[in-house]
C-alpha cells in the first residue's frame, strides 16, 4: 500500500492521502450529520496529516493513521454535545389544521449530503448497499442518538467492517471495551428499529422507477389525487428548518394546496441524496420568470409506496445565500423550459 513515507515527494505525499477524501467524508458525517462539518472534519484531517506527514512511520496503515486524525478531529468537535436530529425525533406530527412553520436554528438538524461525496466507488453490490443503507436519513439519526465513542465503534465495526482489534487500536482500548461498546449501540439502534424499514433496491428496480416517474408527473402537475395515491397511509412530510411535521396523504395534500399552494407548477430534477432516491425542487420564480431553487427532496419507499418525503429548504426567499443547491451542484436558475440558465436571483 502506498503510504506518506513511500510517496515520492511532497505532491505524491498529498495524492497519498487525497485518495482517501471521500471515505474519510463519509464517516465524518456519519459521525456529525453535518454535511458540512463533514468536509471541514475532513479538511483539518488533511491539513494535520500534511504537517505531521513525516512523523508517519508506518507502523499501521495510512488508511488507519488517517483515520485516528479524523476520528480525534469529530471527537472535539463533538465535546460541545450538540446532537442532530430530524423533525420527527423532536416532535409529534402535527394535524393540518395547527400547522404553524416555526424554524429551529441550523444546527439543529440532520443534514443532507449526496451520494457523491459521501460513497467510495465500489464494484461489490454487497458493500455498496451497505454503504447507502449507512447514510439513509434513519439510520444517521440513530447513529445521533449514541455516545460519540459508541458511535466510532459501530461505524468502524458495522459499517467499514473493521475488526475489533484495529478499531481498539485506534481508540486506545482494550477488544474487550470495542466490544462492550459495540453492544451498547446495538442495543440502542434496536429501540429504533419500529420505524419502517426502507426497500429502495441499488440500482431502482423497474417498480420503484415507475413509482418516481408517477411522483414527478403528480408533483410537477400539482395532482393530488394521484400523488396521494402514490403515498403509504403512514407517510411522513418533514420540511428543516421548520420543525413541523405531517403524517398521512391528508394532510400532506392538505398542506400543499395551502401553506404550500406557492409550489404549484414546480419543476423536479433527479438527484442521489443519503443512498436514497430524491429531486431538487424548483419553484416558480414571479420576479425572473423560470424557476427558483426551493428545496432537495430526499424521499424512502416501502411496501411500492412513499413512505417519506423530507424536504431540505433552501430558498434565498429564507436565507442569504443558497446551501443545499451549490453542494449538490444544482444550477442556480432554471429557464421556462426548466433549462439551466444564468439568470442571477434577484436582479
Not at 8 to 15: H, K, L, M, Q, S
Not at 309 to 318: I, R
Request: hydrophobic content about 40%; proline content about 7%; some cysteine.
Amino acid at each position: 500500500m502506498t503510504d506518506v513515507s513511500t510517496a515520492t515527494g511532497a505532491a505524491g505525499a498529498d495524492a497519498a492521502i487525497e485518495r482517501y477524501r471521500t471515505e474519510l467524508t463519509g464517516y465524518c458525517y456519519r459521525m456529525l450529520g453535518s454535511s458540512f462539518e463533514a468536509e471541514d472534519a475532513v479538511q483539518d484531517t488533511m491539513i494535520r496529516a500534511w504537517r505531521s506527514r513525516d512523523k508517519f512511520e508506518g507502523r499501521s496503515s495510512l488508511r488507519s493513521w488517517l483515520y485516528r486524525i479524523a476520528t480525534n478531529v469529530c471527537l472535539d468537535m463533538l465535546s460541545a454535545g450538540n446532537k442532530r436530529a430530524r423533525p420527527v425525533d423532536l416532535t409529534a406530527s402535527t394535524p393540518l389544521a395547527q400547522a404553524a412553520l416555526t424554524p429551529r436554528p441550523d444546527h439543529t438538524w440532520l443534514e443532507p449530503m449526496p451520494d457523491a461525496r459521501v460513497l467510495p466507488d465500489v464494484s461489490d453490490p454487497a458493500e455498496r448497499a451497505v454503504a447507502k443503507e449507512s447514510v439513509r436519513l434513519a439510520f444517521m439519526a440513530a447513529l445521533q442518538e449514541l455516545p460519540p465513542k459508541q458511535r466510532v465503534v459501530l461505524i468502524l465495526r458495522e459499517v467499514l467492517a473493521w475488526k475489533a482489534s484495529e478499531v481498539a487500536e485506534l481508540l486506545d482500548t482494550t477488544v474487550a471495551s470495542v466490544n462492550s461498546a459495540l453492544q451498547r449501540a446495538r442495543a440502542t439502534l434496536s429501540e429504533r428499529a419500529r420505524e419502517r424499514p426502507g426497500e429502495v433496491s441499488d440500482p431502482l428496480d423497474e417498480e420503484q422507477q415507475k413509482l418516481l416517474e408517477r411522483y414527478v408527473a403528480a408533483f410537477e402537475g400539482y395532482d393530488m389525487a394521484a400523488l396521494t395515491a402514490l403515498l403509504h397511509e403512514d407517510a411522513i412530510m418533514t420540511m428543516p428548518p421548520f420543525d413541523l411535521w405531517l403524517r398521512g396523504p391528508g394532510d400532506m395534500a392538505g398542506f400543499m394546496t395551502t401553506i404550500g399552494a406557492a409550489c404549484a407548477n414546480s419543476r423536479l430534477l433527479p438527484v442521489e441524496i443519503n443512498g436514497l432516491p430524491g429531486f431538487a425542487h424548483y419553484k416558480p420564480d414571479p420576479e425572473n420568470g423560470g424557476y427558483t431553487p426551493w428545496a432537495v427532496q430526499a424521499l424512502e419507499i416501502s411496501e411500492g409506496r412513499i413512505t417519506g418525503m423530507h424536504c431540505f429548504l433552501d430558498s434565498l426567499e429564507m436565507m442569504p445565500a443558497l446551501r443545499w443547491f451549490p453542494l449538490f451542484g444544482l444550477p442556480a436558475h432554471l429557464d421556462e423550459d426548466g433549462k439551466p440558465d444564468e439568470v442571477q436571483q434577484g436582479e
